[in-house]
């Protein structure tokens, strides 16, 4: 009886110990993801801001689209004569 009552103390305790360790080792790596995945967005948001002398168009107004496409119908043709040195 007393080897039992040893076998499932030493048995629980050691459940007990590995599954403390086992959410140690999953905290530390999502601690690591989080830390690397903020790292990258950091990053990321440093490579899209503009910097002093960037021009970015977000936007062009329709009204802008539809007269300047009036304005251009296209060029008159023009003969193309080869010359010879």
Same mark, same amino acid.
């Given at each position: ?43 990321? @948001?440093?490579? +899209? +801001? ?28 023009? @003969? ?6």
């Amino acid at each position: 009886m007393g080897f039992i009552f040893k076998f499932i103390l030493i048995a629980i305790a050691l459940s007990w110990i590995f599954s403390k360790l086992l959410q140690f080792f999953i905290r530390s790596k999502v601690r690591q993801f989080a830390e690397h995945a903020q790292t990258l967005k950091r990053e990321e @948001d440093m490579r +899209r +801001r503009s910097r002093e002398g960037d021009i970015h168009v977000n936007h062009v107004p329709r009204d802008f689209q539809e007269k300047r496409s009036k304005e251009i119908k296209g060029g008159d043709y023009i @003969d193309y004569e080869e010359v010879k040195d």
